[in-house]
């Protein structure tokens, strides 16, 4: 079935620097690819859709300048969370999906990020 | 707008039983609806989802939700609980059919399934 991984699967850094998640789709080539913010015993919120060789359209109240988005290839699209805060803390998830795949979306385990 | 309510954050059934997870949605226009399944350091996976026709859908793992646009639910059921279905319950909606369309999901069920 289609796999899509996400690096790293947690990180912790200090208030301030940026820190970048990959989302790879490994074994087909995903035209849009959407990520996702989930708080604790909350739902998972969109946060952006992107298309490969384009620029992604983000969710409303969700900053593009800060939260940057790049899907240079069909199977990469990373996450910048940029000048991290506490706040940012969360759990990001990434999907991919390929229209050749029933337009199903396919989801990756997931990056806890933990800002200091 | 479009909005997922899922009833009750933890269910815990004996190995078995019955497992009913509640859905209700909001939605301005037709709604397509689906079922996630996520266990532990895994991404989310697609159990059914509902789109046209047969209101009482069929999907992986022995389990199937069933449209109701009366009460504008879509509670996802499985006969006979096992041990290996203890994991996390997502329900989405959408506007389009195709999952690659803007998923709205609730906030998560968590099933517990004990002996």
């Known amino acids: 079935g289609a796999v899509v991984s996400q690096h790293p699967s947690w990180v912790i850094c200090k208030s301030g620097t940026s820190v970048k998640i990959e989302c790879r789709s490994l074994d087909f080539q995903a035209t849009t690819m959407f990520w996702y913010r989930q708080f604790p015993k909350q739902s998972l919120m969109l946060m952006a859709t992107s298309n490969e060789g384009s620029k992604a359209t983000y969710e409303q109240g969700v900053e593009k300048d800060k939260f940057l988005i790049n899907h240079a290839s069909l199977t990469l699209s990373t996450l910048t969370v940029t000048s991290a805060h506490p706040e940012d803390s969360s759990f990001y998830i990434c999907?991919?999906?390929?229209?050749?795949?029933?337009?199903?979306?396919?989801f990756g385990p997931g990056t806890r990020l933990t800002v200091l | 707008a479009q909005s997922v309510t899922q009833l009750g954050s933890h269910v815990s059934v004996s190995e078995g039983a019955l497992v009913l997870l509640r859905c209700n949605y909001s939605s301005s226009v037709p709604p397509y609806l689906f079922w996630y399944v996520q266990y532990p350091n895994q991404g989310l996976q697609l159990l059914l989802k509902?789109?046209?026709?047969?209101?009482l859908v069929k999907g992986i793992n022995g389990f199937e939700a069933e449209f109701k646009k009366s009460e504008t639910s879509f509670h996802l059921t499985k006969p006979s609980a096992h041990m290996s279905d203890a994991a996390e319950y997502f329900c989405?909606?959408?506007?389009?059919?195709?999952?690659?369309?803007?998923?709205?999901f609730g906030t998560g069920t968590r099933l517990q399934v004990t002996l």
């Open positions: 509902y789109t046209t026709g047969a209101t």
């Open positions: 999907s991919a999906s390929s229209p050749s795949g029933n337009n199903e979306q396919f």
């Open positions: 989405a909606v959408s506007d389009r059919p195709g999952t690659a369309s803007k998923l709205t």
